[in-house]
Structures are given as C-alpha cells and as structure tokens.
C-alpha cells in the first residue's frame, strides 16, 4: 500500500536556474527514509531524563523548552552534534556529564526498540519497501537518474545505519554516487563536505548542484554554494500533507521550492527540468 498526499509545489524562488543539474544531493531520514520516524519522541524525553538529574535543573516545563530548542535546531546534523550540547547543559546546571558518545548510544539503543520491527519486517518481506519511504521516492529517483543525475546521499545518522537501511528499502542502486553518514570521528564528515566534493570532483558550477532535504542544514549546505534546494516538509508519520514546522524550518533555510512529498513526480521533474 502506498500513501496519498495532498501535494502542492510550493515555488519561492523563481528565478532560480533550473535543468542544468548534474549531481543531485538529498538527505537521508524524512527525505526518502521513514524507518526513524518518531525518533524525535525518543531523544527529547530522554534527554529531559538526562537533564532532570542535574544539580541545578529547572522544572519540567523550563527542561522541556531547552530540550526541543537545541534538539530542533540541531536536527540535520550528525546525532553526536545533539549529544555534545546535552552534556554541555548538564554541566550548566552543576552536573558531570557522561561522554556524548554514551549519551549517543543510549538514545539508539532506545530508539532501536522503537523501530527493530520495522528494519525485521523490511529484511525479512513482510513490509514493503514502499510504505517505509516519503510517497513517490523511487519514482523521483528514477527519474533523476534517467535525466542523467548522478545521485548522492547523505545523512547525519551513522553511515553503517544508513547503508543498512538504505539496502533495506532498496534505495541502493539508484545512488551511483555513493551514500554517506556519520563517522565514529566526526570532524570526519559533514553534509557541507560532501557537497564541496561534489563540486570538486566534477568540476561543477553550483548551478548544476540540486539537492533534497527536510531539514535546514542540507538546504543551507546546497545554497551557500549556489545550488537549487529543493525542501522537503514531509510529514513522516501520516505520508500526507505538509509539516507545517519543517515548512517554516525550510523557507528559513533557503529553500527554492517546497514540497510535502514526490506523489506527483512527473509534475514535479517537469518543474525541476523543463523542456528547452
């Protein structure tokens, strides 16, 4: 079973070149994967645990508001990024934090509760593939890929997971350039990197770069160097509509279009490569 949307293409930079692209980017989780989905309802109430325990700690609701605002604006960067400010408000409010590495492998062993049966279901048959993606994502990246597109990923979770879950939903194979996460070192890897070795690589102009994502740093990542960004407002959990909160998040971030989904891919290829 596939979702439905009610799908409208948001257009909010229109002079913008388009269809000259010839790498494409694109986030990994709510951008094409939705085995996470929920993950936030994981990492902020443990993080409030974490942060309760302090010394010093507000109440509930103080906890609550600095939680959600370090978590939301993190989001899109590697995991370790969110970890690494927790411990910095556990010592704000008089605590010795653990390493954030430990903080990092806590949250996933919790959300690995969450969704094993998701990645069990995918391995062995019994889900399919097509109801664990945004609508429309294998069209899209087909699509990309008979336009010519050499077609990247690049995630802020941990590569190996990316990589597992990637094969999984059987996203693989459209990505002749190579899919990339999280390293163990995470000075190591960026989404910022990835899109200057693009560039680098084949020598491109950022007008030839598209990228995909729904969250801010990809969209930010891909602007800065004159891509076109295409921004993502997917509403993880009912595959339909738009999120109103990643919408804001995207237009802050740059983004030329926004979209809820690719249901109606056609459309919009037709939009991001028109016809000369």
Same mark, same amino acid.
């Given at each position: 079973?596939? $979702?439905?949307? !009610?799908? /409208? +293409?948001?257009?909010?930079?229109?002079? =913008?070149?388009?269809?000259?692209?010839?790498?494409?980017? &694109?986030?990994?989780?709510?951008?094409?994967?939705?085995?996470?989905?929920?993950?936030?309802?994981?990492?902020?109430?443990?993080?409030?645990?974490?942060?309760?325990?302090a010394p010093r700690a507000e109440d509930a609701q103080g906890i609550a508001v600095c939680v959600d605002d370090f978590v939301d604006y993190?989001?899109?960067?590697?995991?370790?990024?969110?970890?690494?400010?927790?411990?910095?408000?556990?010592?704000?409010?008089?605590?010795?934090?653990?390493?954030?590495?430990?903080?990092?492998?806590?949250?996933?062993?919790?959300?690995?509760?969450?969704?094993?049966?998701?990645?069990? $279901?995918?391995? !062995?048959? /019994? +889900?399919?593939?097509?109801?664990?993606? =945004?609508?429309?994502?294998?069209?899209?990246?087909?699509? &990309?890929?008979?336009?010519?597109?050499?077609?990247?990923?690049?995630?802020?979770?941990?590569?190996?997971?990316?990589?597992?879950?990637?094969?999984?939903?059987?996203?693989?194979?459209?990505?002749?350039?190579?899919?990339?996460?999280?390293?163990?070192?995470?000075?190591?890897?960026?989404?910022?990197?990835?899109?200057?070795?693009?560039?680098?690589?084949?020598?491109?102009?950022?007008?030839?770069?598209?990228?995909?994502?729904?969250?801010?740093?990809?969209?930010?990542?891909?602007?800065?160097?004159?891509?076109?960004?295409?921004?993502?407002?997917?509403?993880?959990?009912?595959?339909?509509?738009?999120?109103?909160?990643?919408?804001?998040?995207?237009?802050?971030?740059?983004?030329?279009?926004?979209?809820?989904?690719?249901?109606?891919?056609?459309?919009?290829?037709?939009?991001?490569?028109?016809?000369?």
């Amino acid at each position: 079973m596939s $979702g439905t949307s !009610d799908w /409208s +293409l948001e257009i909010l930079s229109e002079r =913008v070149a388009r269809g000259r692209f010839h790498s494409v980017l &694109l986030d990994f989780d709510g951008t094409i994967s939705l085995v996470r989905e929920g993950w936030q309802q994981i990492m902020k109430p443990y993080f409030r645990e974490v942060l309760a325990a302090a010394p010093r700690a507000e109440d509930a609701q103080g906890i609550a508001v600095c939680v959600d605002d370090f978590v939301d604006y993190l989001t899109g960067k590697q995991t370790i990024y969110q970890c690494i400010r927790l411990a910095e408000e556990v010592t704000a409010r008089g605590g010795t934090p653990e390493d954030p590495f430990a903080y990092k492998d806590e949250y996933h062993r919790r959300l690995l509760v969450r969704i094993q049966h998701r990645l069990d $279901g995918l391995a !062995d048959g /019994s +889900l399919d593939p097509a109801d664990h993606v =945004v609508p429309g994502s294998f069209e899209l990246l087909q699509g &990309l890929r008979d336009r010519g597109a050499t077609v990247y990923i690049a995630s802020g979770t941990d590569e190996e997971y990316v990589l597992r879950e990637a094969e999984l939903l059987g996203v693989v194979p459209y990505c002749n350039g190579g899919i990339y996460g999280a390293r163990k070192d995470y000075r190591l890897f960026s989404k910022k990197m990835v899109v200057e070795s693009i560039l680098t690589t084949h020598g491109l102009r950022g007008e030839e770069l598209l990228g995909f994502g729904d969250g801010y740093v990809e969209i930010e990542n891909v602007k800065e160097v004159g891509g076109f960004a295409c921004g993502v407002a997917s509403d993880e959990e009912h595959r339909r509509g738009v999120d109103a909160w990643k919408r804001n998040r995207l237009i802050q971030a740059g983004a030329d279009i926004i979209v809820p989904d690719y249901a109606e891919t056609a459309r919009l290829l037709d939009y991001l490569f028109p016809r000369r």
